[in-house]
């Protein structure tokens, strides 16, 4: 194809090998992850066949980090992480300083210098997010005590990585790399450096904190009031890649960090739930680019070539950072069951190891090999991790059926740290999609019998103002994933979506019965097919409009002309059971019922 361009080739390629790979691995019960990064061996060097173009996936990848961090950004949490700041942040610290000197003290035995220790043991020293998160997802957990021990554990390695970008590149020359650029040689002057790069990111943290937690939701405030998805959009994408590159170039940051900052600034606003919705799409699809760009640079071989040496770095991490992990758990006195969940979630590695990586081998820190081992060792503990929380299970139950052995390895008075997050003020409250003309009439009815309820809609102008009469609404398209969980839908007592655009109605059922399986429902719609197909999946009530406001008008009508208002009544509703029983019914032509056509049978009978 002479017009095709190697552009357009590695995205093409890249992006149907990683879904051929991920269906595969899903289907074998493995992260999709693990099908992104083989989809990356498949079209890298080290494979026959198609090679991609090395230095366009390397820039794509970038952008795949910056919307990685800018995601990171988004949902990190202060709240969260000083509900279990006690065991969260010193066993953090410490369980990355163990797993650092563990990997180092490889790297040292093989000959490596102490730069190439330092990015190697920090490489295996940081867990995955994005693994963790899905697993907890699977398994229930993310809600729980040691669900939010293990996140908050994770946002501190994170924040930790971090910081190890930011000060990597200003330590490379004293650690036996390069500089990158050269500006952080400073003369050779190791403090002086330091200093410089620590002074130009507390200048770039002090301006984002000050000016742009305030500009940067004011910016989106005003795409919003426009009413239009793609300014939105736009400037959602606009500010991660804006903010991320003016860093970058002012301030001599790292992408990464100025991505973070972005979305931790936006995080604050009540836009970010539909900001990380409208961008994640576009995050995922860069994301998976970028993991197809790190399976590009692992070379297989490694696993024949040096098969001891893979062995040593999947012990590091399933095994030494597991047990330190256990340890660091049961020393802060919480149970056995929560030490053992923490190490499952530390045994793998993922999105910042390459990161790091990538960093690493660009400032001649790291050599090949070593990226060869830790690439090798986040496929295999990725794919072993499912394996570590089925074992968790088993030890929990042994130790349910043997609480004198479970005993033994915690120390009296243990029990779980209470946790400073706050319950949802919502309880059993309606959720209204939409505040049109029905939702409003619905919302002010249960105003007027003081029955809580929250607003979603899309109009942000309309959700400032019912902020500013004192309704809780919340800014967003309910269909995309985080807006439902904003409005408390777990603990909602009806979902009524009243927006006329009924197609979207089925997933938004399906992802409030996720959250909330007893949930009523109560659907607005103007089609007869879409009607019985959503009263297939037993929703509480389904109402066609137009057949409603027939309805009406023929009572009216009835009325007027001199049948009695039962009968009337009476003769409405049976139209409206039989409609609902014959699928091809239309109102305008509802049978009439036999026991309803009395009068006229009657004159003719009299005649």
């Known amino acids: 194809m002479p017009h095709a361009t190697e552009l357009i080739a590695i995205i093409a390629l890249g992006l149907v090998l990683a879904f051929v790979c991920g269906m595969v691995a899903q289907r074998l019960r493995l992260p999709p992850l693990v099908g992104y990064l083989l989809a990356g061996v498949l079209v890298g060097p080290y494979t026959p066949g198609f090679v991609g173009n090395g230095e366009l996936a390397g820039q794509l990848a970038e952008i795949g980090v910056i919307l990685l961090m800018f995601g990171v950004g988004l949902h990190f949490s202060i709240k ?12 953090a610290v410490v369980q990355i300083a163990v797993a650092t000197a563990m990997g180092g003290g490889l790297a040292l035995a093989w000959g490596w210098s102490l730069g190439a220790g330092l990015v ?3 490489a295996l020293s940081v867990a995955s997010t994005v693994v963790l998160l899905r697993a907890l997802e699977e398994r229930a957990l993310l809600d729980s005590d040691k669900g939010r021990i293990a996140v908050g554990w994770l946002i501190v390695e994170d924040l ?41 990111v507390a200048v770039f943290a002090g301006l984002m904190l000050v000016v742009g937690r305030r500009f940067v939701p004011w910016l989106l405030d005003q795409a919003a009031r426009t009413g239009s998805r793609e300014l939105f959009t736009l400037a959602v994408l606009a500010l991660a890649l804006g903010i991320a590159f003016g860093s970058a170039e002012l301030f001599g940051v790292s992408f990464a960090l100025g991505a973070f900052f972005a979305g931790m600034v936006l995080a604050e606003s009540d836009l970010s739930h539909q900001a990380a919705a409208d961008s994640l799409p576009l995050q995922d699809a860069f994301a998976v680019l970028f993991f197809v760009s790190v399976g590009m640079l692992f070379d297989p071989g490694i696993l024949l070539r040096e098969p001891l040496s893979v062995l040593a ?81 088993r030890i929990e139950r ?46 002010k009815a249960l105003q007027t019998w003081d029955l809580p309820y929250v607003v979603v809609d899309r109009d942000r102008r309309r959700v400032l103002e019912l902020r500013q009469q004192g309704i809780d609404a919340v800014f967003g398209d309910a269909g995309a994933p985080g807006i439902l969980e904003a409005a ?47 009263e297939e999946r037993r929703v509480g009530l389904v109402l066609m409009g137009e057949r409603e406001l027939a309805l009406g008008m023929t009572l009216y009508a009835l009325r007027s002309l001199g049948v009695k208002e039962g009968e009337a009544r009476l003769f409405v509703d049976s139209s409206r059971q039989e409609s609902r029983a014959e699928p091809n019914a239309e109102i305008e032509e509802a049978p009439i019922a036999p026991e309803l056509r009395p009068h006229k049978e009657a004159d003719a009978a009299g005649a």
Request: hydrophobic content about 50%; cysteine-free.
């Open 80 to 91: 969260d992480l000083m509900a279990v700041r006690a065991i969260a942040l010193p066993g």
């Open 120 to 122: 190697f043991g920090l």
């Open 160 to 200: 930790a990585m971090v910081l190890a970008l930011v000060l990597l590149p200003a330590l490379a020359p004293s650690l036996g790399g390069s500089g990158g650029d050269g500006h952080h040689a400073a003369g050779g002057n190791l403090w002086l450096t330091l200093g410089l790069t620590l002074a130009k």
């Open 313 to 393: 770095v999947l012990g590091v991490i399933l095994l030494g950072k597991s047990i330190a992990a256990v340890a660091i758990v049961l020393a802060f006195r919480h149970p056995v069951g929560t030490a053992l969940t923490i190490a499952a979630s530390l045994a793998q590695i993922g999105e910042f190891s390459f990161i790091l990586v990538s960093l690493g081998l660009s400032l001649k820190l790291l050599p090949p090999e070593g990226r060869d081992l830790i690439l090798g060792g986040a496929l295999l503990s990725i794919t072993l991790n499912p394996l570590f929380f089925a074992l968790v299970g």
């Open 398 to 443: 042994a130790l349910a059926d043997r609480p004198e052995l479970a005993a033994r390895f915690e120390r009296k008075g243990a029990g779980e740290v209470a946790m400073a997050v706050e319950t949802a003020p919502r309880r059993r409250h309606a959720v209204v999609i939409g505040y049109g003309r029905v939702g409003s009439s619905i919302g």
């Open 488 to 534: 408390d839908i777990g603990s909602a007592r009806l979902l009524v979506i009243a927006t006329p655009d009924s197609h979207n109605a089925g997933r938004l059922i399906e992802i409030a019965r996720g959250a909330n399986p007893r949930i009523d429902t109560l659907i607005r719609t103007h089609s007869d097919g879409e009607r019985r197909r959503l």
